[in-house]
């Protein structure tokens, strides 16, 4: 991640707008890192998996981050959901002829996908996990216009437990990172205390590893395996769809 900060404070002065991805089930907490140099820059803001979110406080998130800079709430993978963005984008004055965009966000909110779906052809690597993105790169999105691909870009320091298994939950960081079972406890807990009993239930380890067949020999419960399925299934929207903070209270 100090790698990409690095890359993008040295081509500060050749970028002109800032594109965000932020995960949409945890705005917050997976805000990027911007360089400083990058923070007076034209921003716009993309909530990504949308489809994974709570749509009512996904319009609400809108609507707070809209104060600030043009928002957006997108599916990387469907090429319809950014045309909003393609759109803006092609609106923007130019102080050159051509008008460079940093593609931005912190590890697996979907920026690859996001790129793809707007050049309309696979220019980045997509996969479903953090870290694939290692260098900085141009791609072209049309005439006139050139995307920076960057890698995953974190604050330093996670400032809270509870942004991390937010993170952790949503995908945004490696395995290695945090205890998978560490992080679906945090998530039952939390579907728990917000009404969603019966997702809670699923996200129970003992429970979904017993009603999956995933024992060891003698009958013990795998519950790290269990764990890995169950964020697996909630990044995939099988628990339902969440959104983990609320713009008054993040």
């Given amino acids: 991640m100090a790698a990409g900060l690095r890359a993008l404070e040295s081509l500060a002065t050749l970028i002109d707008v800032v594109l965000e991805v932020r995960d949409a089930r ?5 805000a990027a890192a911007l360089p400083a140099r990058l923070r007076g820059k034209t921003r716009m803001v993309l909530l990504n998996r949308a489809d994974l979110a709570d749509e009512a406080l996904t319009r609400r998130w809108l609507t707070s981050l809209g104060t600030r800079h043009e928002t957006f709430a997108t599916i990387g993978t469907q090429a319809s959901s950014v045309r909003p963005v393609r759109d803006a984008l092609a609106r923007l004055p130019r102080r050159r002829p051509t008008l460079h965009v940093a593609v931005i966000g912190a590890p697996n909110t979907g920026k690859s ?6 050049a309309r052809r696979k220019a980045a690597i997509a996969q479903n996990r953090a870290g694939v993105t290692r260098h900085v790169r141009w791609l ?23 942004a991390a298994w937010k993170l952790a939950a949503t995908g945004c960081l490696p395995e290695s990172a945090y205890d998978p079972e560490d992080v679906v406890e ?9 009404g969603a009993a019966r997702a809670a239930e699923q996200a129970d380890v003992e429970v979904f590893a017993r009603a999956r067949g995933m ?8 519950r790290a395996g269990a764990a890995r399925k169950i964020l697996t299934e909630l990044r995939a929207g099988t628990l339902g769809r969440f959104t983990f903070e609320v713009p008054d209270e993040a």
Wanted: no cysteine; proline share 8%; hydrophobic share 50%.
């Fill in 26 to 30: 945890a705005p917050a907490a997976s």
């Fill in 140 to 162: 072209a999105l049309g005439p006139g216009i050139q995307l920076l691909d960057t890698p995953g870009v974190l604050a330093p320091k996670i400032v809270s437990r509870d």
């Fill in 186 to 194: 945090h998530l039952a807990a939390w579907l728990r205390a917000h």
């Fill in 113 to 118: 996908s996001i790129i793809n779906a707007l």
């Fill in 215 to 222: 024992l060891r020999k003698g009958g013990e419960v795998d």
